[in-house]
């Protein structure tokens, strides 16, 4: 047997503790919301066979601004595909070569174009990342497949054979082992700092796309599946932390038993793939993973998440058929991730198997289509769609029909409760074109629309610019004080001065201060106890346990009404000693932006959480679960306590 050449040794550490995967460990919240983010694909060069088209960087950069402009400038993130060495699935491992196809003749070099590409691409509110590749190492066409081989990094049978994946662009990929790959340096030395000094602009894009990543064992230094994941875990560790980049990946598919990577990759290019462990919606939200194609794989059937829940475009196969007109590309956006993006915004209330139910009334089914309603009144129903554009800082909904018609009725949201007429421009691939102005609201605020097939619309309140780019505005403020583990149930001392809301034992809330709830119910654990953890009762001699909780996740909407900061303490309890695992995020109320996140683990003792907050923000608690650590029986909140700068 070869002896390992230079392996290292794991070392007890911060690092070492997140990629463990266990309680606690995670790498939540990520550098983007990928629920609010179209993440889709662009092939640079697909090889020397393929018939696609091969793309200059200038071209990319048109191809984006297509893509910006039928999907209305919602945030998005493109990765490159084939912008490396000769093409699609060639020089991997190495990352050290651009792709000459990518040169623009005014550049000096292919890596000048790409670094060029990446600079102009939020101009068109896309992040311009690439597609890679930690699986694959090819040994004759480039430099650092040797190296690998040299330090055993590919994969070996018992008798020492090197394991063979795939024939790819007539070059055989072997199998590397992401065990070895960490723990011998070389991810790091020879595959990620040389690529992220080489493209400092990669950082800006903040995601990295690492596709076909197997975890794999290695029967020749009898590596397990299970220690190859833990590589994979602290290869996505590594990147996150030094370079503040995310790790997305195609699929969470063929893991050992117990594992998965929930927490720390937050989209799956090939949501539906795994069908022996799909995707559970009603156990993991779509801010901790989401992703697209949420079709079975090598099939056309569509699974759950992707009937209920949503799944976004990934634009690949619409792309590589012609990047000039993107056949399909408008249908796509507008039937999958408008709806998707949509329901992403509310929170999950439940689900039978045949009906999703989600807040604000809406609920999702599928009688052999896609059909949302908001309180009755539809917003999808197939390939019809006429749904609220949220990301936009102005009111603007978008409409569209696969097939057309001539006369359609929809209700306005009651946000537009005050518009009397409408403009209504057509969405094209150079940008929008008007359609028909000031188009009256009918009673009871419908409108009624009449659609050619392929057609996209977008509908502002007449008069209003629909080209202006308005980041959405703040609404709130938050500061996170810190904890308070010492004085557990005994309150009165310490905070309240100007308020409370304890389930079960009523609320006392400040005249300045609104707060509602969305999702959750009341759970007594013990109406009456001495145990100093529960929290004092205001109304009895006794003390309260008792909680505001949900299964899944919930949301306390606050809203400061006098422009002033407050002092806001949440209390936590583990009452039952279940082992919750609890994420409290701060968001701000208009945009969804998370402000704030706390990772809540051991507070069967009693927890408090401190804030100063100010103007209309958000607390949306979230019931941790993964196929790691599936302990956690709910999440929610034991007390909420509202003073002036008291402490």
Known sequence: ???????????????????????????????????????????????????????????????????????????????????????????????????????????????????????????????????????????????????????????????????????????????????????????????????FEMIPELRMSGSLHPDAWYNTDDPYYQVTPGEDVLGMREMTVYVREKYGVDLTTEFDLGRPDGVDFVLYHPMLWHLGWNEKNPYEPMKVPSYIMTGGDAFFWGSDSVSKPGKFFGQSATLESEINENPVIIPGGLKTFATRTLPWYYLNRLLRVGFNGDTAWFSNNVTATYPGKTVIKQEGEFIQDGTDVFIPALWKASREIIAYSEEGYKSRTWKLPDTWDTVKTVDIYRITLRGLELKSPKDKVLPGQYLKLSLSADEGISIVPSGTDPNQDLEVGASGEVTFIGIDEETRGSWQKSYGSDGYSIPGAGNKIPANTEISFLNGTTNIWQQETRDIQAIKNPEGKENIASSWSDPLHEIMEFSFTDGKEHEVAIYFLDWDRKDRWSVVDILDANSQKVLHSYNLTDFAQGIYLRYKMKGNLQCRLTNVWTRRVQKSPDVGFSAIFFDTGRR
């Open 1 to 195: 047997m070869l002896l390992a050449i230079g392996l290292l040794s794991p070392k007890l550490n911060a690092q070492q503790a997140a990629a463990h995967g266990g309680y606690g460990d995670m790498l939540y919240p990520y550098v983007h919301d990928y629920s609010q983010t179209l993440v889709y694909k662009i092939g640079v060069d697909y090889g020397k066979t393929s018939e696609t088209s091969k793309l200059r960087a200038d071209e990319v950069l048109q191809v984006i601004e297509r893509i910006d402009h039928l999907t209305r400038g919602i945030p998005k993130i493109v990765y490159l595909v084939g912008w490396q060495y000769t093409g699609h699935d060639t020089g991997f491992p190495s990352f050290l070569q651009v792709n000459p196809v990518l040169k623009r003749p005014q550049d000096s070099t292919a890596l000048a174009s790409l670094r060029w590409l990446m600079q102009q691409g939020p101009g068109f509110h896309t992040l311009v990342s690439l597609h890679v590749n930690f699986s694959d190492c090819y040994l004759d066409d480039n430099p650092l497949g040797p190296k690998y081989q040299e330090r055993d990094i590919i994969v070996r049978e018992t008798d020492g054979r090197y394991r063979q994946g795939y024939v790819w662009n007539g070059h055989m990929a072997y199998r590397a082992s992401s065990y070895r790959n960490w723990y011998q340096g070389t991810f790091r030395t020879e595959q990620m700092d040389p690529l």
